[in-house]
């Protein structure tokens, strides 16, 4: 396996190289680069071979190491190292295997690369082997293209939340959340729209602009004034809920489906 090391803090590589040899004795360190610019630099250079395995710090001394994600577009696999936590949503979707706070635990280290070489193997059994795409079969969708997993936070902590547990999604204050059946209310990093195209519309539907329901969240369902529909969902809101009106006939046709 060839692995290369993105980290601007020379001790902080070296420990990460003892480690990663620790895990294996034959992997190949490549490289260990400092900066956005000689990363861009070392990864564009024909000469180099391609590494199999990036480990890489976040923060380096120029930029912000997405920046290599973005010019370069970068489908390797990324094992993420870094002292902060505010941008793990984000790392994870730019081909992040795991995400890893410093100091890095030599067990988290190992349990990272071992997930990297079970996706790799499934890779390299079939035809035309498509890591990006197996990724994010991994992580998120079935047979139909509909999410199963959502990555979801509750300030510096991650929660890996199905999709079945999720009674709704909810805009407030201009962010969204969802609220699971047992009552847990935590950030995403979704737009309801986006989030309406990823949703089996069988369990899911967005009755208004703030709202996307699963169908086992509805407690109840009132007529009020108008022939507005009113409900109550489970866990209860803040807040009371309407359908807008013009998506009632697609709502009541979605409840006798």
């Keep these: 396996m060839n692995v290369l090391i993105i980290e601007d803090e020379s001790l902080s590589a070296s420990r990460l190289e003892s480690l990663v040899w620790k895990y294996d004795p034959k992997i190949n360190v490549m490289a260990k680069l400092s900066s956005v610019k000689e990363s861009i630099q070392w990864l564009s250079d024909a000469a180099n071979q391609r590494p199999d395995l990036i480990f890489m710090d976040l923060h380096l001394e120029d930029d912000l190491a997405f920046k290599i994600i973005e010019e370069l577009k970068l489908t390797i696999p990324i094992i993420f190292t870094t002292a902060y936590s505010e941008y793990t949503l984000k790392a994870f979707k730019a081909n992040g295997i795991d995400y890893l706070l410093k100091p890095v635990?030599?067990?988290?280290?190992?349990?990272?690369?071992?997930?990297?070489?079970?996706?790799?193997?499934?890779?390299?059994?079939?035809?035309?082997?498509?890591?990006?795409?197996?990724?994010?079969?991994?992580?998120?969708?079935?047979?139909?293209?509909?999410?199963?997993?959502?990555?979801?936070?509750?300030?510096?902590?991650?929660?890996?939340?199905?999709?079945?547990?999720?009674?709704?999604?909810?805009?407030?204050?201009?962010?969204?959340?969802?609220?699971?059946?047992?009552?847990?209310?935590?950030?995403?990093?979704?737009?309801?729209?986006?989030?309406?195209?990823?949703?089996?519309?069988?369990?899911?539907?967005?009755?208004?602009?703030?709202?996307?329901?699963?169908?086992?969240?509805?407690r109840s369902i009132y007529t009020v004034s108008a022939g507005r529909l009113k409900l109550e969902l489970t866990p209860a809101t803040a807040q009371e809920v309407f359908v807008s009106g013009d998506r009632m006939a697609d709502f009541k046709q979605w409840l006798g489906k």
Excluded at 117 to 134: E, R
Excluded at 143 to 169: D, V
């Design 105 to 218: 635990d030599k067990a988290e280290l190992t349990a990272a690369i071992d997930k990297f070489v079970t996706l790799h193997a499934k890779s390299a059994a079939t035809p035309a082997p498509d890591f990006a795409a197996l990724m994010a079969m991994y992580q998120s969708g079935n047979e139909e293209g509909y999410k199963e997993r959502f990555l979801a936070s509750a300030g510096p902590k991650l929660f890996s939340i199905r999709t079945s547990e999720i009674a709704y999604f909810t805009i407030e204050q201009k962010a969204t959340f969802l609220r699971t059946f047992d009552g847990q209310h935590l950030a995403m990093d979704y737009s309801l729209d986006k989030l309406a195209q990823m949703l089996d519309p069988k369990e899911f539907f967005r009755i208004n602009r703030s709202l996307i329901i699963a169908l086992n969240s509805i």
